[in-house]
């Protein structure tokens, strides 16, 4: 069964930093690959998405993932955050059949 | 397009009462689930259908139950609450195949809490 594992749960960075949120899976068949923001007291929305082709997405504001599957990694990067970047991020995994399997979540607090 | 829209927003029951959430949304998509979220746990699925008259359980769907009689409405129905329940839920849908890159849409949550 496959299961998606986000390796810290929070982490805090400085306005202007760099930040990479981990994430993991475990799958034995090929997958598809998503990463979604939850702002404080809203749903989820689509940062990106990896299903096929080159192993480096680009998503909205500014974030970009990177598919390596000989590590089974879609770590999320932003070369430097904002402050209106601080929510919870979570990491997604989808075999087949459109049911997605979330990790437990990454709060990100950017600091002034 | 209002997207997917949810009822209520937040609701509080007590143990042994019953209730549905309300789910809809207007993009003509197949496929819709319910997921709950819980601190820590991400969220985690309920139950989806992929068309109307087609349901299936997810992975957690004891104390729920689901029917898709139109392709616009999916409710979730809590049948004897219980204060492990308590907890956010999210409505999603999506189209079922990779021209719709299954991208899943979230409405904007209810929140419940059983006493």
């Known amino acids: 069964a496959q299961s998606v594992t986000q390796l810290d749960s929070q982490v805090p960075v400085f306005e202007e930093a760099p930040v990479e949120l981990r994430c993991n899976y475990s799958s034995s068949v090929s997958v598809y690959l998503f990463w979604y923001v939850q702002y404080p007291n809203q749903g989820l929305q689509l940062l990106l998405k990896?299903?096929?082709?080159?192993?480096l997405v680009k998503g909205i504001n500014g974030f970009e993932a990177e598919f390596n599957k000989s590590q089974t990694s879609f770590h999320l990067r932003k070369p430097s955050v904002h402050i209106s970047d601080t929510a919870e991020y979570f990491c997604?995994?989808?075999?087949?059949?459109?049911?997605?399997?979330f990790g437990a979540g990454t709060i990100l607090r950017v600091k002034s | 397009n209002a997207g997917v829209t949810q009822t209520p927003k937040f609701q509080v029951l007590k143990t042994g009462q019953s209730m549905t959430l309300q789910c809809a949304q207007d993009?003509?998509?197949?496929?819709m689930s319910w997921y709950r979220q819980d601190p820590g746990m991400g969220l985690r699925l309920i139950h989806y259908?992929?068309?109307?008259?087609?349901?299936d359980q997810g992975e957690v769907p004891n104390g729920y139950n689901v029917s898709r009689s139109t392709t616009e409405d999916f409710p979730l129905r809590l049948l004897s609450a219980a204060p492990s329940q308590t907890s956010v839920y999210f409505c999603a849908s999506s189209y079922s195949n990779l021209a719709g890159a299954y991208e899943q849409y979230f409405g904007p949550g209810t929140r419940l809490t059983v006493t």
């Open positions: 259908s992929v068309g109307a008259g087609i349901t």
């Open positions: 993009m003509n998509h197949e496929y």
């Open positions: 997604a995994c989808m075999e087949y059949g459109n049911k997605l399997v």
């Open positions: 990896y299903l096929s082709g080159s192993t």
